[in-house]
Each structure stands twice: as structure tokens, then as C-alpha cells.
């Protein structure tokens, strides 16, 4: 049976949560590879909203196994509120599972992360404070403690103490501040260990097992291509593999498992917090996709800054991610805007490329624009290609062309049903 990998191609936000909640549908497992809480995905169904930042999207299906990948960093605090949130909205969570490789933030993680941008002040990189770098530094490290610790209290004690004394060190002689009480994070942590211990299993087998034994599997990344550690906009990334090889890595599976390669971008682009953005919006036309667009994070409620549809990045994207497909989301946000812009190309010291520089400063980065002229009609009622205005269909396969890639879903509205299949052959034969 197919495995389908979706992943965000832009700077994160392109609504992986309603399709990764559309596609899973028909899926048997859907499977988290990597990231934290620092991200959120928003799944709304009639007039529920649910909002995800641990569990797999797929969770609103009672037939669909979740798995919290071994890559994937877990707060226990936020874990379990997300939990007993699903289930005060009668969603039944018996089927979430977190690997027992997954590494646990812990209370200094979080004052680590915010100590450290508080220090960087402007240089910061605008981080959720959520602890999710310093997790994976410990993690790097070989100094971080894994869900399988939480079994093991002996063992937690030791490396918690060791870690709490090494800690200490840096907060109070580099930070100056006041260090952390061992009891109390030890007695907090105890506590999570009971409430989520039935839930930590070995991952690795149970998805090797799936595989063999034929079942739909889905996996789901966090952030986006261009957050990549390795491939996005460093330093201003996150901490991860977001790409479509991070699934590798973040759930022990050999690439041969991995089918087809499905991308998620905006019609347009956000991104939060600080870091290059050769295409962002400096006028008023930023407010007007910010408001029709709701672009404020799901985890942090900042507002996203907003700019138009970079080809140049999102085909760097989708070459590192080898994307099979295309998914289009938030077309209907541009639907009020007279003139629409596309980036083609840059200017980047004096010569004119079509390619995303490894080193890229916004000071040095023009963008080469292609305009179209808008449709100016509401379209987000409409659920066939056919019936889209003139205008939209030229900026669609404008698109499609430029990248040489099928899109093979256009999103028209966060609600589940505000979908437009564009080519139904594929979507069945993928997802059916």
C-alpha cells in the first residue's frame, strides 16, 4: 500500500493540518517525524476548530492509529492538555502513541531558550520560547532524556539530577539568574510519566509492521522546507529535518517505503518571526491578505508577515523535497486584490538568477516580479476547476508550469469541504 509524506514548502502555516485531516481519511496510520509544540495545525470541521501541536492531524478519525515519531522533541505538559482538550470535544485519543525514542523537554529547556534570546536581543531569532532547540541540542549532545526515561524512574532521577546540576551552571554564572529546584521538576515529571506511560511504545516496529502488513500510512512533518536546519534560511530555521528525507530520519524507515511526495504551499507566502523574506509585502495590500488570510500563528497568535508567491523559493523547495504533487492552499485570500504578483527570478549582487542562494540577506535580493490581474470574485464556494474565473485558472497553470508540477488539490477555504480536486484521477488513486 502507498505511504504518502506531506510536507510544507514554504516558511511553515500552509495549512498542512486540514489536508493532512482531509487525507487521512482513508489512511490507516498517520505518523508525526518531526518538530515540537513550537508549531500548530488548525483542523476545522463545521463550527469545531481544533488546534494540534503534538498529535497527528489525523487524530479526528476514530479508525486512524497516531504516532508521535521518534524525531519529534515532546513536552509532557503540553501533550497531555492537548489530550484532555481532544476528549472535552468527545474526539476518542486511545489510538495517539509516542515513540519511546522521542526526547522530552524539560522546564530548562524552555528558560534556556528564552534566556538566550533575551541576552541576543535584536540578533534574536525569534524562537516560540517553547524549548524546542535546546532539546535538540541535549539530544545532539547525548545528554537528553527520552520518553523510554519516564519508565524507568531510577533512571530518569539520575539523568534528570546530572542534567539539572549541568544546567545550573549556565543559567546562574552566563544568565545570572536564579537556578531550578530538582524536587519540583522531578515530583512534576513523575506525575506525566503515569498520565502518558501507557501510551509509550516502540514505534520503530510498530510502523515497520504497518508497512508489511500493507496499511495506508500517512506521515506528517511540522515547520517547512525552508525552516530546514540544513536547507532552510539558517540561521533564522528551526531545529529539524522538515524535509520529505527527515521522515527517515525521524521515524527509522528506509527510503524504498516512502511513495509519494506531496507539497503544500500558499498561493501566496507568511512567515513569523525574524529571517529573510525576499517577497514580503511593505503596504497596505500586507494587512489586507493578513486579515482575509487569519495569518496569526496557531501556537503563538503573532501576526505572520506576508508577501506574494516566490516560484524561486518554492522550486528550490520542491526539488529538495522531490515532490510528486502540489497542493495549493488560501487561494481564495487573494480573491479581492486587483493586481497579483509572482516572483520568477532574483537579482542577487548585480546578476539576474533562478535559483535559492545558500547565503541569502535580504539586502541583497531583488525580486523580478510577474504580475497577473486579479479575478476579484469570491471563490471560495466554488468545488470545481471548471468553474473558477478565467483569471485564477491563468495563475494556476502559470504555476503548475513554472515548477512542472501537477497541483492536484486546491484549498479554497478552511473549512474541510472548501476543497477543489484538480486532477481526480490522481487524488483517488493516491488517497482511495
Known sequence: MPSNVIVGLQWGDEGKGKITDLLSKNSDYVIRYQGGNNSGHSIHVKSSRFILHLIPSGVIYSNVKCIIGPGVVIDPKSFIKEIQDLELMNINTSKVFLSKRAHITMPYHRLLDQYKEEILKNKSIGTTHRGIGPTYEDKTARMGIRALDLLNLKNFYKKLKYNINFKNKIITKIYKKEPIVFKLIYEEYVEYAKAISNRIIDAVYEIHDAFYNKKKILFEGAQALLLDIDYGTYPYVTTSFTSTGGV?????????????????????????GFGPFPTEINNDINNIIRKKGNEYGSTTNRPRRCGWLDLIALKYSCMINGIHFLIITK?????????????????????????????????????????????????????????????CKKYIKFIEDYLNIEILLISVGSEREQNIIKNKYSFFKIFS
Open 331 to 391: 487561494l481564495d485570500v487573494l480573491s479581492e486584490l486587483e493586481i497579483i504578483k509572482v516572483g520568477i527570478k532574483y537579482k542577487y549582487n548585480g546578476k539576474i538568477i533562478k535559483y535559492f542562494p545558500a547565503n541569502i540577506e535580504e539586502k541583497d535580493i531583488e525580486v523580478i516580479y510577474i504580475d497577473f490581474p486579479g479575478w476579484e470574485k469570491d471563490i471560495s464556494h466554488i468545488n470545481k476547476y471548471e468553474n473558477l474565473p478565467k483569471n
Open 248 to 272: 527517515c530520519i525521524g521515524t527509522g524507515i528506509p527510503p524504498h517505503f516512502l511513495e509519494n511526495f506531496i507539497g503544500i504551499a500558499k498561493a501566496y507566502c507568511t512567515r513569523v
